[in-house]
């Protein structure tokens, strides 16, 4: 068989296996060996299942991702979410709409000190819920804010989807971050504008509620002084260049677990809970990052992103027409796969096509993260959204897919806002490479 069969049929193999619920970073490690077998030999392919795990176990660029989980371990059990929460709701509470403002606060200061989406909206579906339920507001309006804020995580550093970009990418974590920065304001802003015109347009899913007094306000504010104060530490720290990723990460992960010993949270049993949870994801990221590891040198072997170049230079089409067929192409697969994997499977033979169009990797990381957002709220997966109604059966998950549509709007507006003029994501970085 020639390299472009293999590669094909590689490429073939690997969705039909993620289709059929094998792991995806054994499926990746599967077809990545054999396809590369067919093209050279047993011996070679097969010693990748040692070189491969050694290089990924020794990448300091990976050593961020546990130790941000763990920071969220035990942010989760420092109860910061609901300190942020309360503080958010006690100065926007009484405008109408304002609980929903203030769960999109809450999610995005959170999302800043939480490993995950995931988590994010679970923890929010504890905390926020209740309360506007109490309120008199609408249970699938309330769902689908609570997870669009969850899903906005994925765009605020430090962000796990950006890390394992920059890792397969192979490019500058840091760099990202700073390019994060804009592109997650734009979205914070739609998603506010999006709950501004629903609550304008059918006033009875939100209702008001009683202004808090000055002292209630500046309690709740105290209250939520060191989430705060732990954001300030990461976000001061790492964009003033005081610390690197890495040593981010570990004073996130010290401080955190200190404010949870201060506060006397944390127990032996949510301990031991936490290192465990946070081992377990460690682990199957590290597994995909290996078998993409593998999986990328069967794809450059098989010469897949040069084919896919020449291909696509006789397409009578720009290279913006090009980006956006591939961003429709994300989407339709976001509705059959994860949209993380989607990334991580697609990103070997992507990456190649938007530099030879002469686009910046570090852009496409950001468009690559709103997809990834976008993935994790459009139906049938949507997985935040089954989070939730795991969590509160009783919202129907019809109604909430129907809820969440201007929130996807949102998200689908900030992604051709970014498309159209990319440097709104470059100038930052640009900026500071400059100064």
Not at 27 to 37: C, D, K, L, S
Not at 365 to 383: C, H, K, Q, S, Y
């Amino acid at each position: 068989m020639s390299a472009t069969v293999i590669g094909t049929s590689g490429i073939v193999a690997l969705f039909v296996l993620v289709a059929l619920h094998v792991p995806l970073a054994f499926a990746m490690i599967a077809v990545g060996i054999v396809a590369f077998a067919l093209q050279t030999e047993w011996g070679p392919a097969l010693t990748f299942l040692a070189s491969e795990p050694s290089q990924v176990l020794g990448s300091t660029d990976i050593a961020a991702v546990p130790l941000f989980l763990l920071m969220g371990a035990f942010v989760n059990v420092s109860g910061f979410s609901k300190d942020l929460y309360t503080a958010a709701a006690a100065l926007l509470g009484h405008r109408r709409g304002g609980l929903a403002y203030a769960t999109i606060g809450g999610s995005a200061a959170f999302g800043a000190i939480c490993g995950s989406s995931p988590a994010t909206v679970a923890t929010f579906t504890r905390v926020s819920l209740p309360e506007m339920l109490q309120r008199n507001y609408s249970p699938s309006f309330s769902g689908a804010t609570i997870a669009a804020g969850g899903a906005l995580k994925a765009l605020i550093p430090p962000s796990l989807s950006m890390i394992l970009y920059c890792v397969v990418a192979r490019t500058y974590i840091f760099d990202v971050f700073i390019a994060a920065v804009v592109p997650a304001l734009i979205t914070i802003a739609a998603n506010i504008l999006a709950i501004a015109l629903v609550v304008r347009a059918n006033p009875g899913i939100a209702p008001t509620s009683e202004r808090v007094s000055g002292k209630e306000k500046l309690a709740a504010a105290l209250r939520a002084a060191p989430a705060v104060l732990l954001i300030g530490i990461i976000f001061v720290g790492l964009y003033s260049g005081i610390f690197t990723v890495n040593e981010a990460a570990s004073v996130a992960a010290i401080v955190s677990f200190a404010f949870a010993l201060m506060r006397r949270t944390i127990t032996r049993e949510n301990f031991v809970k936490g290192l465990r949870d946070t081992a377990l994801i460690a682990g199957m990221i590290y597994f995909v990052l290996i078998g993409s590891s593998i999986f990328t040198y069967f794809i450059s072997l098989a010469k897949i992103p040069e084919q896919l170049i020449a291909f696509l230079s006789t397409v009578d089409l720009p290279p913006v027409g090009v980006i956006v067929l591939m961003l429709g192409a994300y989407l339709v697969l976001g509705a059959v796969f994860d949209e993380l994997a989607a990334m991580i499977v697609t990103l070997p033979f992507v990456l190649p096509i938007i530099v030879h169009f002469g686009y910046d990797p570090i852009w496409w990381a950001i468009i690559n993260v709103i997809i990834v957002e976008l993935g994790l709220v459009i139906p049938p997966i949507g997985l935040v959204i089954l989070i939730i109604h795991a969590m509160r059966p009783d919202i129907p998950l019809q109604r909430l897919y129907r809820s969440i549509i201007p929130f996807v709007a949102a998200d689908i507006a900030v992604l051709a806002l970014l498309t159209a003029f990319p440097q709104l994501a470059l100038w930052l970085p640009a900026l500071l490479r400059g100064s």
